[in-house]
């Protein structure tokens, strides 16, 4: 028999499960750890907590409570072992959020994240699939991190490129939830593996009622990443992003392939992505621009016009 204080289970495309615990309290829960995508341990730790902390941003929630995920092979120095957590530690510290444990077990390849609670009020849980026509499409980090850390493996990144994605990885989504609090959104998830368009197919919902018109003239790229698209340097998922959604997505003849294939690359840490009344949308820009943080229009939500969205 189903739970019914399960509001969000695993039966939708959902950034994270949702239980009712009272008529003032709901329990977001999410999990996400992965195998190193920078060199440096202290960054890879803060990168891997930002990005399990996005998703209860993502659903509308404040996370409190985190438990760490590790993985590690028994020849690892536990100097860098130590670091991973410490990034860690200190990207749950900036987000108000206490680790209170967690769990290790030895594996070849080492792996963090962390297991994550959030608590939201039943009434503004923000879920992935429910845009509403005429709103806008909001992006709050660029693109580009799977493009560029390809391209770091490869010695093929300028120093302050790969300075400035590390840094986009590592940054929360807390400062993007907190700022559109006082706004109408519709529908919100962040960017992570299934790339911008992989993402934007889930907020399109399966009910054929809405379309995603994406601008591709106004999708924020991080520095060099056009470059190394251009070049081909592109992670796997790229491609498979493509495969899984490519026929529900129309580009413009106008597109060039590379920022096609850009809007299909497995992000990490990425950003938010809102749907937002449009009368309301230049207030949240200048807000996350006094806070010291961008957001970028990036499209709108349309009736339905046959498939889920469509690249102009």
Same mark, same amino acid.
């Given at each position: ?122 009434? &503004? ?184 969205? &469509?690249?102009?």
């Amino acid at each position: 028999m189903a739970d019914e204080r399960l509001l969000i289970g695993f039966d939708s495309d959902d950034d994270a499960c949702v239980y009712l615990v009272s008529d003032q309290t709901a329990i977001v829960q999410t999990v996400d750890f992965f195998p190193p995508v920078v060199d440096d341990p202290y960054d890879y730790g803060r990168i891997a907590a930002a990005n399990a902390l996005s998703d209860v941003y993502a659903m509308g929630a404040v996370p409190k409570t985190a438990l760490n995920l590790l993985c590690f092979p028994s020849c690892l120095d536990l100097a860098l072992v130590r670091r991973i957590l410490e990034g860690g530690a200190d990207k749950c510290l900036e987000a108000g959020v206490s680790v209170a444990g967690g769990h290790s077990i030895e594996d070849d390849e080492p792996k963090f994240g962390l297991s994550v609670m959030g608590i939201c009020h039943p009434d &503004r849980i923000r879920r992935n699939d429910t845009p509403q026509s005429g709103h806008v499409l909001v992006l709050t980090k660029p693109l580009g991190t799977g493009a560029l850390s390809t391209a770091a493996k490869q010695q093929l990144l300028e120093a302050d490129s790969e300075k400035l994605m590390i840094e986009t990885m590592a940054e929360l989504n807390k400062y993007a939830f907190e700022n559109s609090l006082t706004f109408e959104v519709s529908a919100s998830t962040d960017i992570t593996g299934f790339g911008l368009l992989g993402h934007a197919r889930e907020m399109a919902g399966r009910k054929q009622e809405i379309t995603l018109e994406v601008d591709s003239s106004r999708i924020p790229l991080l520095p060099q990443a056009l470059e190394m698209a251009r070049m081909g340097i592109l992670p796997g998922g790229t491609y498979r992003n493509r495969d899984h959604v490519g026929d529900q997505v129309t580009f413009a003849d106008s597109v060039p392939l590379a920022l096609a294939d850009l809007m299909f690359d497995p992000q990490t840490s990425g950003g938010l992505l809102l749907a937002m009344r449009e009368d309301q949308v230049s207030a949240y820009l200048e807000q996350m621009k006094a806070s010291g943080h961008q957001a970028f229009v990036i499209g709108r939500v349309l009736a339905w016009e046959g498939l889920a969205i &469509r690249v102009i």
